[in-house]
């Protein structure tokens, strides 16, 4: 290269190196910060007795910051809600207390400290002291489980009130609360010695109270009378909407007469008080909290009726009121039809709901079909395959299909390998593309209450094949009587239950994953209870197989359940 070239060569080059070295680049820091804030020194100190201040403050080895104190601090027992707290730097301070005399104190700051890099929260971070000459030293420790999945509640809120209190978990907050760590495990210390009833809720909106309607809930069925340490308490949770059951309302509502109600509604009774014979359309709607009546009195001013109706915890209302309806011009509700959990099983039986948002007046029961192939169908038969809800908002269809009609591929499918055929089990391949039956239901099938009519609903179905399902079996070892078997599914949806025998078989279970839990009726009723916090009746025990079981198609799974 020349010296012409190479100087040539360097005047291209250098603007290249100069906008390199002049593009900003990020800097390179130092290791992550993984070092949560350590106290160095607090005010009161440790186990402080005679403490007369209205003030803690603290200060820590870095610079610190608070996060939601107002939630991550738990006091106990409980002190004024209108403290003040103020950081700077590497201290804290809360004042304002108006702290009683001679009693111990243990304030939890759980994440409420952190630093300012990392949001690292300092670890056990607790101010412990006493007003008077001791510090009580009584401790709870147990765990919180919900009673129907088997698994611990995460941060749940624990609460102990002394049994002389007005107050409980469902009005007001508790003397002592505390939280439960992720894996639902809890620890009171410090703790008076007398008499109380504690609780345990999921507190999804923290604040420190249950609302039944919302958040499960759980406690303990006998006092606890503190005069030694409790170990090892164990709390089972469950959602539970306890709150008298109440009709808050009774209006016409446009075209409708409604009736409303303060929580769900699991079933009710309307007639006409006078005539037996007077059918009255309803239905349930805004969450099953509000009935619905429909205007086809219209010979009548009003019609006296007889409503009875029951909560999901079986409290009911039974009362009597007037049908009241006027005229309206307001938009009736469009007519929703919809086909739900409907499958052909093994007997080659179909099994199918349609629900509606409204009641059906009338039904043309030639519309409703099976198609086998493009000749050949299969009737419903409304008295035989159909049957209604009382309100006629539900339809139940249970047909026995024939297979036989379906005009074969005569191919045959390849035979599953490396798998163990369960006996007897021989049925329609359902890899077979003609293997099908398609369920009709054309426009007009259904008329409403209201005169819509319904949209065209078709849905296509394989006839299962037992080789391509599984079964689980075993033995139930236990001294209990009475108890029921419920398989579910992940979700803890129950998918099948067999009562008080000790040798179980779920047959015909789809391939996928499976849970198994027993209900234990310890005073034989024949249906497990979920207890009433009422009069501090505890729920019947419930065991969990800890394990999931994953079922294969063509396959049998054999699993004992030890219950002591």
């Known amino acids: 290269m020349t010296n012409h070239s190479f100087f040539h060569y360097l005047l291209i080059l250098l603007p290249v190196l100069a906008l390199s070295c002049a593009r900003p680049q990020s800097p390179t820091g130092g290791p992550k910060d993984e070092d949560p804030p350590e106290l160095v020194e607090a005010n009161p100190q440790k186990e402080t007795l005679l403490f007369k201040g209205d003030e803690i403050s603290m200060e820590f080895n870095e610079y610190i910051k608070l996060k939601n104190i107002k939630n991550e601090l738990t006091v106990t027992p409980k002190i004024n809600e209108d403290y003040e707290f103020q950081y700077n730097k590497k201290t804290v301070k809360l004042t304002n207390l108006q702290l009683e005399d001679s009693t111990t104190y243990t304030f939890n700051f759980g994440g409420a400290v952190t630093d300012i890099t990392e949001n690292n929260p300092a670890e056990n971070l607790l101010i412990i002291f006493s007003t008077g000459d001791f510090l009580d030293s009584l401790s709870i420790n147990g765990s919180v489980t919900d009673i129907l999945t088997g698994e ?245 269809i249970q047909k026995q299909l024939n297979p036989d009609l379906i005009n074969k591929d005569t191919t045959t499918a390849p035979k599953p390998t490396n798998q163990r055929r369960i006996p007897g089990k021989e049925s329609f391949d359902a890899k077979n593309p003609n293997n099908k039956v398609t369920l009709l239901i054309p426009d007009n099938t259904f008329i409403s209450i209201e005169m819509d009519s319904s949209a065209q609903i078709t849905e296509e179905y394989n006839f299962t094949s037992s080789a391509n399902l599984g079964i689980i079996m075993g033995e139930v070892f236990t001294d209990f009587p009475a108890f029921i078997i419920q398989l579910t599914n992940t979700n803890f949806e129950v998918q099948a239950e067999i009562i008080n025998k000790k040798k179980y078989k779920f047959n015909d279970l789809k391939p996928g994953d499976y849970k198994i839990r027993v209900l234990i009726d310890t005073n034989q009723n024949g249906q497990w209870d979920p207890g009433d916090v009422s009069d501090f009746i505890e729920p019947e025990p419930v065991y969990h197989l800890n394990k999931t079981l994953t079922v294969r198609p063509n396959w049998e799974l054999n699993e004992n359940i030890n219950i002591e």
């Open 152 to 396: 611990r509640v995460e941060n749940a809120l624990l609460a102990i009130y002394d049994i002389n209190d007005t107050l409980d978990v469902f009005t007001g907050r508790a003397q002592y609360s505390i939280k439960a760590n992720k894996e639902g495990q809890f620890n009171f210390t410090n703790i008076k010695n007398g008499q109380y009833r504690i609780y345990a809720v999921d507190d999804q909106n923290k604040n420190f109270e249950c609302e039944p309607d919302k958040e499960s809930f759980g406690f303990l069925g006998e006092i606890i009378d503190l005069q030694q340490n409790y170990d090892s308490l164990k709390l089972y949770t469950r959602k539970r909407n306890f709150r008298s059951f109440k009709l808050t309302n009774l209006r016409t509502t446009g075209k409708y007469f409604e009736a409303r109600f303060n929580k769900y509604v699991m079933s009710y009774q309307l007639e006409a008080v006078n005539d037996s014979l007077r059918r009255l359309f309803s239905t349930l709607t805004d969450k099953n909290e509000v009935l619905r009546i429909y205007n086809n009195i219209k010979t009548l001013d009003s019609l006296q009726v007889h409503l009875t109706a029951f909560d999901t915890i079986n409290q009911s209302i039974d009362t009597l009121f007037y049908l009241k309806f006027q005229e309206s011009k307001r938009k009736s509700p469009d007519f929703n039809v919809n086909l739900r959990d409907s499958e052909i099983n093994t007997s080659a039986v179909f099994n199918g709901k349609i629900t509606f948002n409204k009641p059906v007046l009338y039904l043309n029961t030639d519309s409703l079909l099976f198609q086998y192939d493009s000749t050949t169908v299969q009737n419903i038969d409304s008295l035989t395959d159909l049957k209604w809800n009382d309100n006629r908002t539900e339809l139940t």
